[in-house]
């Protein structure tokens, strides 16, 4: 079956860590992107990529970092400069992000607790 | 800059009836794409209905329709015949050409047997 993974599910993490969140499409999606979800705020653009080896900043893209080495892969890192790390990550993919019928297809997340 | 708004934070419907969650935006676009997109409490996002700004046609995906408002900038979603399974969080999108998604804060909505 055609989808995304994301891994791990759960995540714990200390304080002044890094923690690597994964991200795997196998839809063939060009596009690759990473939300941010917490209580009453939607979801919030962390970053996205439109090809391999590029990708931009999203509207909160302080304290992460990503790569986009492979079109299926899309990790996200959350580094010890992120100020409050915890919350429910999103990872989705779609065909061609500036086509007016890109269509989002979502993982199914992973929340990260810090300690 | 676009917003999304979902004034409801929290709803209830009695299994069988009908129910409408609501969204409005801004933008001064005239061309763009609306989206109800769901999340059951599994947590994957998926989409429930799609509508596209320049269609008058309201679009309806079996239960599901849309009541598309386009000078209101008003984009509701009705839910016919609720059911168990439709309990979830329900986010409102709006995407335009070259942007990325912006979603609303969700609406949580309970089916209650």
């Known amino acids: 079956d055609g989808g995304i993974t994301q891994s791990p599910k759960y995540l714990f993490r200390k304080e002044g860590q890094n923690v690597t969140l994964s991200c795997e499409q196998n839809l063939n999606h060009d596009a690759m992107y990473w939300y941010r979800q917490d209580p009453g705020q939607g979801l919030r653009l962390i970053y996205y990529?439109?090809?391999?080896?590029?990708?931009q900043k999203g509207d909160i893209a302080e304290g992460y970092s990503v790569s986009r080495e492979k079109k299926e892969s899309f990790p996200l890192t959350v580094t010890s400069a992120q100020k409050n790390p915890t919350a429910f990550y999103l990872c989705a993919s779609s065909r061609i992000r500036d086509s007016l019928m890109g269509e989002l297809f979502f993982g199914e997340g992973s929340r990260l607790t810090v300690l | 800059a676009q917003t999304v708004t979902q004034s409801q934070p929290e709803m209830s419907v009695q299994e069988a009836e009908t129910v409408t969650l609501s969204c409005t935006y801004d933008?001064?676009?005239?061309?763009?794409?609306l989206f109800w997109y769901k999340q059951p409490p599994s947590r994957q996002m998926i989409l429930v209905i799609r509508?596209?700004?320049?269609?008058?046609q309201n679009a309806t995906e079996n239960r599901f329709s849309v009541n598309f408002q386009k000078a209101a900038k008003s984009f509701s979603l009705k839910i016919s015949d609720s059911q168990l399974g439709d309990t979830a969080m329900y986010f409102c999108?709006?995407?335009?050409?070259?942007?990325?998604?912006?979603f609303g804060p969700g609406t949580r909505l309970s089916v209650l047997p």
């Open positions: 509508q596209e700004a320049y269609k008058q």
């Open positions: 999108a709006f995407l335009n050409y070259g942007q990325n998604f912006v």
């Open positions: 933008t001064s676009e005239n061309n763009y794409y």
């Open positions: 990529s439109q090809i391999v080896n590029d990708f």
